[in-house]
């Protein structure tokens, strides 16, 4: 028997027109299940005996009229409840709240049209005035506030999407694992952005690269493949720009910096643009500070004129150097920077090179330190009389008796990489220091002694032991060169192991094509050949006063030889004379011709 039950909470109006329903599919015999059926948790069943929800209806259900639903209602099949609108409903309205916002309209979530399905969320203001707050397609594409045209589109003006400042966004890799990748706005007010091994992307309209970071944090502008920390493909701008037409007037003035900058300390390039006589001027600057200084400080400029001031703000020449470096003065700066590179037969013979030198200089002063030659047309010396003092005239004979003791040898350099195998002339420091001391100096440099691979070169921890073939020589705490291929020299304090095996502590980076040098020593003695030159002269000058006063010897020598020669040829006429008067006595003829 059909039956059902209703609690005197249920009896209002919207229940009698279920229980008219009810009534009326009482006599319907295409009902396969009860046609209403209630259970005793109230919830009431149309067409099914298992209700589901409040009202829960199988078949077709028309709603001619106002339907006002203070909950949801879920209707199955097709069913138009407003104009231009088709497919399964869900309706619900949430009613005024009292002291609070009033939700009064309907929402409908319905079938969307066209024949690829789909949902459409909507609005009701005032009757069939509907306005599309969500679409999603059959295909998967969901609109806000218009109508979808990718996956996701966003309609309206203004902020369309935000998010909170503790949301983050997550990302499928390659393996399939979800990683977060971008951080909008974090709780600590910054903006984060991950990106994979495979590095970062920027393209521009046409898909080209415009700026790509790898993944160990290099950074190529206008290529993909950058060499070092920042690599740009293309010219580097930093531009003061003023009105075209105007490109020297002072709007144009001014001055930009490349370098880095530690509070008021600066070290770098600086771009100057001034005032000159033909307009604007263009100035490269070259900053930093110095040893225990705290006030940046000009080291080097370019000017207009193409003239390097090096320690001088005033070039006069296409290089003016404008300080030397005295007696006792640690050279610290590198002047040339060396790579060694050896063949791939893995011996002592190398390809290439160059080489660091730095070290204490004294005996002289020095402005430019050249590791090779320098070559030109000419050599001037200052040499005014006016800057100098005690001036003695040099002994041209002691002069030339050093000449005579210095010993001229012909030696090729061991280190064939720095200096070539060619045979050069020259002198022994050691040697010449014997004879004329005043003409050498001695300094610290490294000394090509070891000048040697490896056998092995091995790192454990951060100690690399350095093992050799041949004894070494060295004592433990000896600073010693280590060249290598890619990060060129590299001093170190070295710990003996044995006659052909060191250590050094601290050691970071790789050991590949490691090259031993030599060690540092503190009396590398070089030659002032301005001193040479000078004795030289002086000893030439006593040869010219020996050659002078032979000169004289020879005249007056010759002189008397002439005068002598007379003499002899007078004895010789003489002498023919009375050779004659004898044959005429000895004949008889001297007698009777008297």
């Given amino acids: 028997?059909?039956?059902?039950?209703?609690?005197?909470?249920?009896?209002?109006?919207?229940?009698?027109?279920?229980?008219?329903?009810?009534?009326?599919?009482?006599?319907?015999?295409?009902?396969?299940?009860?046609?209403?059926?209630?259970?005793?948790?109230?919830?009431?069943?149309?067409?099914?005996?298992?209700?589901?929800?409040?009202?829960?209806?199988?078949?077709?259900?028309?709603?001619?009229?106002?339907?006002?639903?203070?909950?949801?209602?879920?209707?199955?099949?097709?069913?138009?409840?407003?104009?231009?609108?088709?497919?399964?409903?869900?309706?619900?309205?949430?009613?005024c709240v009292t002291n609070g916002p009033c939700f009064g309209e309907t929402n409908i979530i319905n079938h969307a049209g066209g024949g690829e399905g789909g949902f459409r969320f909507e609005n009701t203001k005032n009757g069939t005035d509907i306005t599309s707050l969500m679409t999603l397609s059959g295909s998967g594409m969901l609109g806000i506030g218009t109508q979808p045209a990718h996956r996701l589109t966003l309609g309206g003006n203004g902020s369309v999407f935000g998010v909170d400042n503790s949301a983050f966004f997550v990302v499928k890799n390659p393996s399939g694992n979800y990683e977060p990748y971008l951080w909008p706005r974090w709780s600590d007010n910054a903006t984060y952005l991950n990106y994979g091994p495979g590095g970062f992307y920027i393209r521009n309209n046409a898909s080209a690269p415009?700026?790509?970071?790898?993944?160990?944090?290099?950074?190529?502008?206008?290529?993909?493949?950058?060499?070092?920390?920042?690599?740009?493909?293309?010219?580097?701008?930093?531009?003061?720009?003023?009105?075209?037409?105007?490109?020297?007037?002072?709007?144009?003035?001014?001055?930009?910096?490349?370098?880095?900058?530690?509070?008021?300390?600066?070290?770098?390039?600086?771009?100057?643009?001034?005032?000159?006589d033909c307009g604007n001027g263009g100035l490269i600057k070259f900053l930093t500070w110095g040893c225990n200084a705290s006030v940046t400080r000009e080291v080097m400029r370019i000017n207009e004129n193409a003239r390097v001031g090096i320690n001088s703000t005033?070039?006069?020449?296409?290089?003016?150097?404008?300080?030397?470096?005295?007696?006792?003065?640690?050279?610290?700066?590198?002047?040339?920077?060396?790579?060694?590179?050896?063949?791939?037969?893995?011996?002592?013979?190398?390809?290439?090179?160059?080489t660091n030198r730095s070290g204490n200089w004294c005996g002289f002063d020095l402005s430019i330190y050249a590791a090779g030659g320098i070559m030109g047309r000419a050599l001037y010396a200052f040499s005014d009389a006016r800057i100098k003092k005690n001036i003695q005239v040099s002994n041209p004979a002691t002069a030339l008796t050093l000449l005579n003791k210095l010993r001229v040898t012909d030696y090729q350099y061991k280190?064939?990489?720095?200096?070539?195998?060619?045979?050069?002339?020259?002198?022994?420091?050691?040697?010449?220091?014997?004879?004329?001391?005043?003409?050498?100096?001695?300094?610290?440099?490294?000394?090509?002694?070891?000048?040697t691979k490896p056998v092995n070169a091995t790192v454990s921890g951060s100690t690399l032991k350095v093992t050799l073939k041949a004894p070494h020589h060295l004592v433990s705490g000896d600073q010693v060169r280590l060249m290598l291929q890619e990060a060129g020299a590299k001093d170190v304090k070295i710990a003996v192991v044995d006659s052909t095996s060191f250590t050094v502590d601290d050691w970071?980076?790789?050991?590949?094509?490691?090259?031993?040098?030599?060690?540092?020593?503190?009396?590398?003695?070089?030659?002032?050949?301005?001193?040479?030159?000078?004795?030289?002269?002086?000893?030439?000058?006593?040869?010219?006063?020996?050659?002078?006063?032979?000169?004289?010897?020879?005249?007056?020598?010759?002189?008397?030889?002439?005068?002598?020669?007379k003499q002899l040829l007078d004895m010789q006429v003489r002498l023919l004379a009375l050779e004659k008067q004898q044959e005429l006595r000895k004949s008889g003829k001297l007698a009777s011709a008297q």
């Fill in 314 to 354: 005033n070039p006069t020449a296409p290089l003016t150097v404008g300080n030397t470096v005295s007696n006792g003065y640690a050279i610290q700066d590198q002047v040339t920077q060396v790579a060694y590179q050896w063949n791939a037969h893995g011996d002592n013979n190398p390809i290439f090179n160059l």
């Fill in 1 to 95: 028997m059909n039956h059902f039950i209703i609690s005197p909470q249920q009896r209002t109006s919207k229940l009698a027109v279920l229980i008219l329903v009810f009534i009326c599919g009482l006599s319907n015999a295409g009902f396969a299940q009860n046609p209403l059926y209630i259970d005793p948790n109230g919830n009431v069943g149309i067409g099914t005996n298992k209700p589901l929800y409040r009202l829960h209806t199988m078949g077709n259900t028309q709603i001619d009229g106002n339907l006002n639903v203070n909950g949801l209602l879920f209707l199955n099949k097709t069913a138009p409840a407003v104009a231009n609108s088709q497919g399964t409903y869900f309706l619900w309205n949430r009613s």
């Fill in 508 to 565: 970071s980076g790789s050991v590949k094509d490691l090259f031993v040098y030599g060690k540092q020593v503190t009396d590398f003695r070089t030659i002032d050949y301005q001193q040479i030159f000078a004795l030289g002269i002086s000893g030439i000058q006593a040869l010219s006063k020996e050659v002078t006063a032979l000169q004289n010897e020879n005249v007056k020598l010759n002189q008397e030889n002439a005068a002598n020669r």
């Fill in 415 to 451: 280190d064939q990489v720095a200096n070539g195998t060619r045979v050069s002339k020259g002198f022994i420091a050691q040697e010449v220091e014997q004879v004329f001391p005043e003409a050498v100096s001695q300094r610290e440099d490294f000394l090509p002694d070891i000048f």
């Fill in 210 to 276: 415009a700026l790509f970071m790898t993944n160990d944090i290099r950074l190529g502008i206008g290529n993909t493949g950058p060499y070092g920390t920042l690599d740009v493909s293309g010219d580097i701008y930093t531009s003061i720009h003023g009105n075209p037409g105007y490109e020297h007037d002072g709007s144009n003035r001014g001055s930009r910096r490349i370098g880095m900058s530690l509070n008021a300390d600066f070290t770098g390039m600086e771009l100057v643009t001034e005032a000159w």
